[in-house]
């Protein structure tokens, strides 16, 4: 952040700020959509010196953008379609991401390719990997991690012992980079908020404000309370997702961009289940698969299936699962099973439609249209090119407004906690002395919060107790729980649990065995009273209980039936026509 700038605290006092000021003033530009792709645009707006409003029907992140891989990495699969020019643009971006906009929330992850042929592979995988490193050098930024090398079988076996010895015949390390999805999106928006956006989630627009064929700005319902107020905007941009077409329907049908959604699912088992120092990756039939380190855990996945059922709560199914697990066994000498399985989550892809009846071939570079006057569609792209794609819808806003609106600025704009952070890194023991909490808990915290570690600091200062691990999922502290709500935008105790932590996947409980605790801490910050704690809690139970029936079904259309029989904890409002 600039000298003498405080970072913007997301709280419950901040949202309704946000409303008031958004419902008061026309703004230059309103962003419908909370996840990667409308936190980039809000932020490349507020830095170009735009008045600008955020506004998210449900929690920040809580669609796509927390159900990634969460990897940051320049897509290698695509060499393979000659698509140069994305990976190009996405090492660019990767490099952009670890060096220099979040180094705090994005690291370099190593991962070695085995190989199943003698003779041809070896030279082929190889060139792939160089041509990889190569493109990585042409952007004109060094590219923030190591070089690839290659590896016999017995080197391999070195670094990832839980490998089957016949199941290959050697193998390339290559490194890319991974991120806390969920939790980028939000320091992404408290950044813009820093920079003076007006930030609220669980407020949906319901409709769109006309004056004869302009847009205007959105109707917007405030979820928790039921009101609906006007935000007027002289540019509105849809950055929704797989949700595109549901809002263009609300100006008169599809308009110029088709989304098609690909379920992605994701399995987390502990760390000790794989012996490996590394992430591994695997191609199959259809893509690749990703066993990716992730703490204490690893994260495998994923697939790519049409879905054409519920966009909010997309559900993993038993033959998901299994299909997984079935992949990864095949090159792993002590295989998984179910019980193995501490989460699961899964994500939908927003792919550009009408090039392939096949979603793994649909395209994943981005679109930006100007159905009508004063509207601004953004879809497709990937996490990776998020930047990329913000910048674009915001030169297309400019272009629509009457003034001058300088160029993106995001490239030289560090995320909220990222500078200082290497000073404080290397600072790790004093904190730790100075706090009375371990080293390996300050590490813990540097690599979630960065330089605003000192925020959380400052709530263990004035409350001992918070600076207890969580009874159940010792990884978290209690204070991050109460940060979560003050300072991160949590509303409820799904977003914390499943969000702001991952707890709910990184578990076998699932989050269960701390809901009480969690939601007891938030209560104080949030103004919840006992009846409200317990429907907190109660309702998170619901969806636990419906998210692991659901991966006990052998449809897509038996596992979402049962994940809809969860309540939602606010309920999303119907749209309507203005």
Known sequence: MTAGRGVARLGPAERAAA?????????????????????????????????????????????????????????????EQLNFDLVKEALRERSLLLQRIAPHLVRPVPFLFPMTHLGWERPYVGAGVALYDTLGYATGLSRGVPGHRHLSRRRALRLAPALRRTA??????????????????????????????????????????????????VLVRDLESGTEMEVRARQVVNATGVWTDDIQ?????????????????????PRDRIHSYTGIILRTEKSVLFVIPWGRHWIIGTTDTEWTLDKAHPAASRVDIDYLLDHVNAVLSVPLTRDDVEGVYAGLRPLLSGESDETSKLSREHVVAHPVPGLVMIAGGKYTTYRVMAKDAVDAVAHGLDQRVPP????????????????LWNSRHR????????????????????????????????DRSLARPLSGADDYLRAEIVYAATHEGARHLNDVLTRRTHISIETFHRGLGVAQEAAELMAGPLGWDSEQTKHEVEYYTKRVEAERLSQQQDSDQEADAIRLGAPEIVPVAAPTNR
């Not at 993106?408 to 000073?423: V, Y």
């Not at 690599?447 to 263990?460: C, P």
């Open 431 to 462: 904190l730790a002395h100075a706090s009375g909490l371990h080293v390996a808990r300050i590490e813990h915290l540097l690599q979630r919060y960065g330089s605003l570690i000192d925020e959380v600091l400052q709530l263990i200062e004035a």
């Open 249 to 269: 329907e609300l100006v008169g049908g599809r308009g110029q961009i088709h989304v098609r959604a690909s379920k992605g699912i994701h399995l987390v088992v």
């Open 19 to 79: 409303l008031a000021r958004m419902s008061a003033e026309e703004l230059d530009v309103v962003v419908v959509g909370g996840g990667v792709v409308g936190a980039g645009t809000a932020l490349d707006a507020a830095t170009r010196g735009l008045e600008v409003g955020v506004v998210e029907a449900r929690d920040f992140a809580s669609g796509t953008s927390s159900r990634s891989s969460k990897l940051i990495h320049g897509g290698l699969r695509y060499l």
């Open 168 to 217: 290959f015949t050697g193998a390339v390390q290559y490194w890319d980079a991974q991120v806390d999805d969920a939790r980028y999106v939000m320091t992404m928006l408290r950044t813009a908020a820093t920079y003076g956006a007006h930030v609220a989630p669980r407020a949906q627009a319901v409709g769109f404000l006309r004056e004869g064929e302009r847009v205007t700005g």
């Open 408 to 423: 993106s600025c995001t490239d030289r704009i560090p995320l909220a906690g990222a500078e200082g952070h290497q000073a």
